[in-house]
């Protein structure tokens, strides 16, 4: 019987407030939309960076692994509330063309254990693994 083995395709850390996915839900569409283009700019620079990639030959669906990152101020969200991490990031995934869409069929979430604690940063944010599909 043949094992398979999730590939890796990056992992990179943005250091950013994440809001809660109820926060997130009472933006106005503008602020919505702002928010998520400076999400996008940072998954952009970790690719430049050659940080993540996800290639269009990757096997679908990949998987989003999530660690908060606790800085100054920052509280620990339950699962429910950091459903808007996963939002936002697959949103920029599939701006930047690196899925076809955000559905289940194409991405979907894992959540790391506990949060780390960062103090010395003025602000939290999280730490995202990319691993290929099976």
Not at 40 to 64: C, F, M, N, S, T
Not at 78 to 89: L, S, T, W
Not at 96 to 107: F, H, K, M, N
Request: proline share 5%; glycine share 8%.
């Amino acid at each position: 019987m043949e094992s398979t083995v999730s590939k890796c395709l990056g992992r990179f850390e943005i250091w950013m407030p994440i809001p809660s996915y109820n926060k997130l839900m009472r933006m106005a569409e503008w602020q919505r939309n702002r928010l998520l283009g400076q999400f996008r700019e940072q998954v952009a620079l970790h690719k430049a960076l050659g940080e993540v990639d996800v290639p269009a030959e990757a096997k679908y669906p990949i998987r989003l692994r999530f660690t908060q990152l606790l800085g100054k101020g920052s509280r620990v969200y339950d699962e429910d509330n950091f459903v808007a991490a996963h939002k936002i990031i697959a949103d920029a995934f599939k701006r930047l063309g690196w899925i076809p869409d955000d559905s289940r069929e194409y991405v979907r979430m894992m959540l790391a254990g506990e949060p780390e604690v960062h103090r010395e940063k003025p602000c939290g944010g999280v730490r995202v693994e990319v691993w290929e599909g099976q």
